[in-house]
Nanobody
Framework: VQLVESGGGMVQAGGSLRLSCTAS????????IGWFRQAPGKGRQEREG???????????YYGDSVKGRFTISRDNAKNTVYLQMNSLKPEDTAVYYC??????????????????WGQGTQVFVSS
């Protein structure tokens, strides 16, 4: 089983990027999927939940720091989840990961992460 993120890179503040998370060895339509990020100098335990999309009806939830700027979506036919990031800020600089989650919920974004994580893709936003 693999989750592979792509689409990261370097962009100026105000710019946009679209990240992709493509699964192999599992079918994503059985899972809620989340995007997380780990900022420079922070540890794995400090990963921040960014966005989450449910399996049942593709309901989406977002962290407060990205609401109105980021959009998560899923294409089950392509076994891929996307994260469209607009109006990027220097503080969005991080390694971005996708992962299966136990459940997307509105209060804390996710109720537990699942067994599968990608390797991460680096996003750098210059000022």
């Amino acid at each position: 089983v693999q989750l592979v993120e792509s689409g990261g890179g370097m962009v100026q503040a105000g710019g946009s990027l679209r990240l992709s998370c493509t699964a192999s060895g599992l079918t994503i339509d059985g899972y809620d999927i989340g995007w997380f990020r780990q900022a420079p100098g922070k540890g794995r335990q400090e990963r921040e939940g960014v966005a989450c999309v449910t399996n049942v009806d593709s309901t989406t939830y977002y962290g407060d720091s990205v609401k109105g700027r980021f959009t998560i979506s899923r294409d089950n036919a392509k076994n891929t989840v996307y994260l469209q990031m607009n109006s990027l800020k220097p503080e969005d600089t991080a390694v971005y990961y996708c992962a299966t989650v136990f459940l997307c919920i509105p209060s804390t974004l996710v109720a537990g992460t699942g067994d599968y994580w990608g390797q991460g893709t680096q996003v750098f936003v210059s000022s």
